[in-house]
């Protein structure tokens, strides 16, 4: 650890990682994609949307798989065979596809388009247009009350498409920027674990015990994602902490404490600059609060402390009662869970402390 080369590449890596999160964090701020809905819920409301505002009794998304070039049912409602997939010469949806526009089809005849669905009476098609791609096609079928599809239901359907469109695009975009995020997050989170004998490992296992908390607690999918990313980057201040302090073999002194205290602060100070990280920011500052407020850091207490943080917080105490110190052994996952139980409503939330232990007692009963 000691060797110089090994300082100064470590250092160049992390000026690397630096740069590649300021342009993340522009592409981000330029495309607005965080606020913007996963691929699944924008498909579920386009299809709500088709239904309610055509009145159709079956609705399809269909995307195109670019490899096999053929179309696949993402999403549907009503008489829908969604294990069909459509190559390039079914001709009514492509047809539309190919001509971006959309195309109607009553009083249907052609036992090819009765293949659809059993008994189908009409069909509409619209193309799903990205600004670089054809992304698919959503599929109407048969009217609620028998009518024929009108020139304003192919307006309406094409209102909804081409706003899903962008968003589509712009989700499949966020999906590839934050798989290339969390990857560069991992590596400079590894580089940090690098130079202290004491962290191996505990990044990754704070991460799987905090997102198997917040899966009890039945949080959302964003905010899952955020605390991921919360719990990937929550001790990465330490690259301010004197390597003498991350590495010494025995307990702390006071004045020692007092430096290492100032990893939650540095670390929301780095990536003080990322916008969009602002509740995984909060959640890094405050992880190392207390419950009661007294031994807080920051002076917060109960609420006041993002919800992130207590989470955090009681799957970073976790790992480090399970881990090995020089100055003391590890205690057993029963042992650990026990001290956490001793310290809820003091150093923890007692709701989350509720939820790690059905955890904990769950995980157990697996091992
Ligand atoms: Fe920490």
Redo the contacts with the bound molecule.
């Keep these: 650890m000691e060797n110089p080369d090994y300082q100064q590449d470590l250092t160049a890596t992390i000026q690397e990682l630096s740069i590649a999160y300021e342009e993340l964090s522009l592409l981000y701020k330029v495309s607005g994609i965080f606020s913007s809905l996963s691929i699944d819920d924008i498909c579920s409301r386009m299809i709500d949307e088709a239904i309610d505002t055509i009145g159709v009794r079956t609705a399809a998304i269909l995307f195109h798989d670019e490899k096999n070039d053929h179309l696949f049912t993402k999403t549907s409602k009503g008489a829908w065979d969604i294990d069909r997939t459509f190559p390039r010469d079914q001709a009514v949806i492509w047809k539309s596809i190919e001509s971006k526009k959309p195309s109607a089809f009553c009083r249907v005849a052609d036992s090819q388009y009765r293949g659809y669905i059993p008994g189908i009476k009409s069909i509409m098609v619209c193309p799903i247009l990205g600004k670089a791609k054809t992304i698919g096609a959503i599929v109407v079928a048969d009217k609620e009350d028998d009518q024929e599809f009108f020139s304003h239901d192919s307006k309406l359907l094409m209102a909804i498409t081409s706003q899903a469109g962008l968003a589509i695009e712009n989700a499949f975009l966020y999906a590839e920027l934050e798989a290339l995020l969390v990857g560069a997050i991992k590596s400079l989170v590894k580089a940090l674990e690098a130079t202290s004998y004491w962290t191996a490992g505990h990044t990754e296992r704070v991460t799987e015990y905090a997102i198997s908390i917040g899966r009890i607690l039945d949080l959302d999918g964003d905010t899952l994602e955020k605390l991921k990313i919360c719990s990937l980057l929550?001790?990465i201040g330490k690259i301010a902490t004197p390597r003498e302090i991350l590495n010494k073999s025995e307990e702390l002194s006071e004045s020692e404490w007092i430096e290492m205290k100032k990893?939650?602060g540095v670390g929301a100070e780095i990536l003080g600059e990322m916008k969009q990280f602002k509740d995984v920011i909060l959640g890094i500052k405050y992880?190392?609060e207390h419950w009661d407020g007294r031994k807080s850091i920051f002076g917060l207490k109960n609420e006041q402390i993002p919800l992130l943080a207590r989470i955090l917080s009681v799957a970073?105490t976790f790992d480090a009662l399970t881990s090995d110190r020089p100055y003391r052994p590890k205690r057993s996952r029963e042992e650990a869970a026990k001290e956490i139980e001793r310290c809820s409503g003091s150093q923890f939330d007692p709701e989350i402390v509720k939820a790690f232990l059905g955890w904990a007692d769950l995980s157990t009963r697996q091992h």
């Design positions: 929550h001790d990893h939650p992880h190392h970073d």
